[in-house]
């Protein structure tokens, strides 16, 4: 049922609050960490349905065979993405799920019944927009689902030269003291909209 189409994909209806946001923009950027899937749960979907590419960027190999296969013209990545560049191990029940982790401790809470490990490549977001065909351009929309590494990916983040206009991103608790509310504060970011865990900020 998730291949047919339908008003909005998202888990808690984001993407019907973002695609509103940018109604008048056919042709945006978009970043997509944790991407999990091309349909289900997606953020992106309804932006790329009207004329938007961009970066996906997932830890599951079958995530990203799938992103291969219905966004062609997408760059579809295979990485960990953090506050450095190198190898990170990662935990993941299946080989794709929304929950798959860099964190540990978030794994240990989460995957009950036991886990897997493996290894992969990490780099900064910096990096990999460097290394793309956008090194040089505004990014539109920025969402991260990333199990509670989130603050990992941001905070050396260059928001000054990408300068991302909404940002779609996974906060466990409601304290605005979390560092990665902080942060996006810090950044001259709002939060316009929040269901349960999600967050969408706007640049002020």
């Known amino acids: 049922k998730i291949f047919f189409p339908k008003k ?57 065979e799938l992103f291969n296969v219905t966004r062609k013209n997408d760059l579809n990545l295979r990485l960990g993405v953090g506050a450095k560049n190198g190898k990170i191990k990662f935990f993941y029940r299946k080989k794709i799920n929304m ?13 009950l019944n036991g886990y897997q490990t493996s290894i992969l490549k990490q780099k900064t977001l910096n990096r990999i927009l460097e290394q793309s065909k956008y090194k040089n351009s505004k990014i539109d929309f920025l969402n991260i689902d990333a199990e509670n590494t989130e603050y990992q990916i941001l905070k050396k983040f260059n928001f000054k030269k990408y300068d991302p206009k909404l940002i779609c991103i996974e906060i466990h ?14 950044q001259k970011y709002k939060k316009i909209w929040q269901k349960d865990y999600s967050y969408i900020f706007k640049k002020f």
């Open 173 to 186: 608790g409601q304290n605005v003291n979390l560092p990665v509310y902080k942060l996006l504060t810090k």
């Open 99 to 111: 929950l798959n982790t860099t964190d540990e401790k978030h794994a240990k809470q989460y995957f």
């Open 8 to 64: 909005t994909y998202s888990m808690f209806g984001e993407d019907l609050i973002i695609n509103n946001f940018f109604k008048k923009k056919t042709n945006g950027i978009y970043i997509d960490i944790g991407c999990y899937h091309p349909y289900d749960g997606s953020n992106t979907h309804l932006l790329f349905k009207k004329g938007w590419n961009g970066i996906n960027i997932d830890l599951s190999e079958l995530s990203i």
